[in-house]
């Protein structure tokens, strides 16, 4: 069955959704956001991009296992 067909199987860079996602998570990491003040003796812009890096790296995650199709050939093709 051809992969493509089901849109379900569909390679997360072809979806759009995935990327915007990405760009958000990513600009969150950048230090240029005005934050004031401390959250446990850290700057709030330091935590903010702890914060932001552990999402990115749960979505990265959950986007390899949940979304990434699976080759279900037997043999590679190397």
Known sequence: MN????????????????WVIFFIL???LIPMW?????IFGVPT???FAVLMS???S?????I??????ENDEEGSKD
Do not use: C
């Open 45 to 47: 812009w330091a935590a």
């Open 34 to 38: 005005p934050m004031d003040g401390f």
């Open 58 to 62: 749960l979505f990265a995650t959950y």
């Open 64 to 69: 390899i296992h949940r979304l990434w199709p």
């Open 26 to 28: 990513i600009a969150g």
């Open 3 to 18: 992969q493509t067909s089901n849109p379900k199987n569909r390679d997360p860079a072809e979806r759009p959704t995935v």
């Open 54 to 56: 552990i999402a990115l």
